[in-house]
């Protein structure tokens, strides 16, 4: 039985005259790890700003469990369920590892403006930045400041930003982009367990095709723009298609 | 110990709050040694309020509480949440002359004029929240800037010199006489330093509270504040009515205290001197801004005393070697008992250039 999570319909994003998604129409299944993957440039960033609300569409709708979400504001995203990371490392540079976190875990709450107490009295957001960052192994490291962290913890804490308000859709957008390679398959590892062991919905966008195809439900290969396949991994690895215009050497690394 | 625990345990108030109590002790004390080492008076000279240097520094004192209440508030928009106004100086003065035009004009009491007062500092914030969505960073500098030198224009016009005094100034603003600034100097010395505490107290509350936390947010990188979930344009619209109230409170007290008040209050000068003080004592530091005021205000006076011509120049100077080597000011540097100048340097470039994170 199939139970869609997120759709999108004709999503279609223009800046100026290049066409950045075009005509992008998916459908993500509630509880799978669902891969997006297609050359630099092919329009995955844009796709994920569109469904998580940091930019909207030229044209086309997007829909989280039957609602229109196309152009709620950005802040009311992760009321909806979605978590996004960044490609691009997006922390508070110059704030503690523990206060990004906590800071992530507060958003969810009601306290925001209950200015007359300290923070360290609602506990909830501390402890549950410390689940967290033991979650990613990070915990030894809560009192660095972000800025500090070498590039592969960065990596670790945008993930536990996302993981800390307990989203049900998880959207990662590189998770590992620059980390050292050796340390790949362990986050990969993580995002698997919490997504199995949570029943979360995982949409991501990872360049090695190992971790892809061993680790995804579904693939959606995007090239210029537009959808050029979607299947399953055996599906993706068979299509002829996609071996040309995408695959192709690194199909061949595969073995 | 876990995370939680070390992260939320405390020192004790009064331990935490020691240099406060102790600087409450020697403000209550300050006068009386006055008195009694300078003047050769007897104490009763105090709360009598004998003419001298007891009464004239409670004076100088009381002109730093105001300057420390309008910086603090300049320190909560500009060092806690990052948003670079250049109309500051506007709080402080519809708070003056608001006050000034309510007791004098308008006849009405202290208790009701200072509500009203408040109550026009909310609008006054929130004229500067509509324009925070359409412009960032150096736009919403000018913005300000521009609101202050209208205000500054309308207080200057012959058009309403009934009531402002236009470039004359506002004089002969009634004062109640359980407060009136010269014959109950010591009364108006301890209420100013009673105030200032208190909005210390709250700004310090504020500061470490989940909001505070938001706003800081805010400063270091706004975007990923409102991925988190945060509605930023509240957090900042709450920081800029706190500011504006405590502004136009200080305005207030300037109104009461000096028998003169001059469009000047309204200058981009004014907004600058703010600056100053949160520079001196660190930006975003909060308490920075009463160190700010004090060593402001002292040399200020002190050196126009000691070198008269030469004095501008001096503080000039004074300011430009203060930012180029003690960038995190004296409390942020006293607080991490380092000072990283290379670091403090690009932080205010940061700030001042009203771009956020990186
Ligand atoms: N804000 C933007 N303004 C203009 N062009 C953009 C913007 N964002 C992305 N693009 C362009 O859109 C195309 C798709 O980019 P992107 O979504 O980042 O691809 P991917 O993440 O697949 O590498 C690229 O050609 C990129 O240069
Ligand atoms: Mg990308």
Sequence with gaps: MSDVLIRTEGLRKEFGALVAVDDVSVSIERGTLHSIIGPNGAGKTTFFNLVSGTIKPTAGRVYLDGDDVTNIPVHRTIHHGIGRSFQITNLFPSLTVLENVRLAAQATGSDGFRWWRSHARFTDYVSRAEEVLTQVGLVERAFDIASNLPHGDQRKLELAMILAPDPEVLMLDEPTAGMAAEQVPELIALIRDVQTSGDKTVVLVEHNMGVVMNTSDRITVMAQGAVLAEGTPDEISANEEVKVAYLGSLYEDLG | ?358
């Design chain 2, 1 to 358: 110990m876990s995370l939680v625990d070390l992260a939320t345990t405390r020192k004790p108030w009064i331990v935490r709050h020691r240099l406060l109590l102790l600087g409450v002790l020697a403000a209550v004390l300050f006068p009386f040694v006055i008195a009694i080492v300078v003047d050769g008076a007897p104490i009763s000279a105090v709360w009598e309020n004998a003419d001298g240097n007891a009464k004239f520094l409670q004076g100088l004192a009381i002109e730093v509480v105001v300057l420390a209440l309008y910086a603090m508030s300049y320190d909560l928009v500009l060092g806690v949440s990052g948003l670079l106004s250049f109309g500051h100086a506007m709080f402080f003065a519809v708070g003056a002359y608001s006050l000034g035009i309510l007791l004098k004009s308008a006849g009405l009491g202290l208790v009701p004029s200072l509500l009203i007062v408040m109550g026009i500092a909310v609008l006054v914030a929130l004229l500067f929240a509509v324009v925070l969505p359409r412009v960032k960073g150096i736009g919403f500098a000018l913005v300000t800037l521009g609101l202050a030198s209208v205000t500054g224009i309308i207080i200057s016009s012959s058009e309403f010199k009934d009531y402002t005094g236009a470039d004359v100034g506002l004089q002969g603003v009634p004062s109640p006489d359980w407060l009136n600034p010269t014959d109950q100097r010591f009364r108006f010395y301890l209420v100013s330093m009673g105030v200032l505490v208190l909005v210390y107290l709250l700004y310090q509350r504020l500061v470490d509270s989940p909001t505070g936390k938001v706003l800081v947010a805010v400063r270091d990188n706004e975007d990923r504040a409102l991925m988190l979930g945060y509605s930023t344009f509240w957090y900042k619209t709450f920081a800029l009515i706190v500011a504006s109230m405590t502004a136009a409170l200080a305005g207030s007290l300037h109104t009461l205290y000096q028998p003169i008040v001059t469009p000047e209050v309204a200058g981009l000068g004014f907004t600058v001197a703010a600056l100053l003080m949160i520079l001196i004592g660190g930006v975003g530091t909060v308490s920075g801004a009463i160190v700010g005021a004090a060593v402001f205000r002292l040399t200020e006076f002190y050196l126009d005393r000691w070198f008269e011509g030469l004095s501008n120049l001096l503080i000039g100077a004074g300011y430009i070697l203060l930012v180029l080597f003690l960038p995190y000011g004296i409390v942020g540097t006293w607080r991490t008992r380092s000072n990283r100048i290379g670091e403090g340097r690009s932080r205010l470039a940061r700030l001042l250039s009203g771009s956020k994170g990186e």
